[in-house]
Nanobody, 123 residues
Framework: VQLQASGGGLVQAGGSLRLSCAAS????????MAWFRQTPGKEREFVAA????????YVTDSVKGRFSISRDSAKNTVYLDMNSPKPEDTAVYYC?????????????????WGQGTQVTVSS
């Protein structure tokens, strides 16, 4: 399984940015795909998840109403749309995958990880 994250960069507060995670290596219909983020000295933090089959989504409270997660099955790609980001959203963002139907918020529950993509939000 390979996950390739992209789309990070510098964005102004109140702007928008789309992160992409291209998945390959197997069929992901039984997977939960997620985005995490991490800042120096802090634990990797859960941001959002989507069930590949059915498309049910969940986002953490700190980004609810601003971020959304979606997937394009034809492209095997998961997206994180960041609207009205704030400087405190600055972090390295990672995509992750785990097989199963349950949602887990902990880093250790995810089997596969992409490389991080840096997002910097300027004020």
């Amino acid at each position: 399984v390979q996950l390739q994250a992209s789309g990070g960069g510098l964005v102004q507060a109140g702007g928008s940015l789309r992160l992409s995670c291209a998945a390959s290596g197997r069929t992901f219909s039984t997977y939960v795909m997620a985005w995490f983020r991490q800042t120096p000295g802090k634990e990797r933090e859960f941001v959002a998840a989507i069930w590949w089959s059915g498309g049910t989504t969940y986002v953490t409270d700190s980004v609810k109403g601003r971020f959304s997660i979606s997937r394009d099955s034809a492209k095997n790609t998961v997206y994180l749309d960041m609207n009205s980001p704030k400087p405190e959203d600055t972090a390295v963002y990672y995509c992750a995958a785990r097989q199963g139907v349950n949602l887990f918020y902990g880093r250790s529950s995810y089997e596969y990880w992409g490389q991080g993509t840096q997002v910097t939000v300027s004020s």
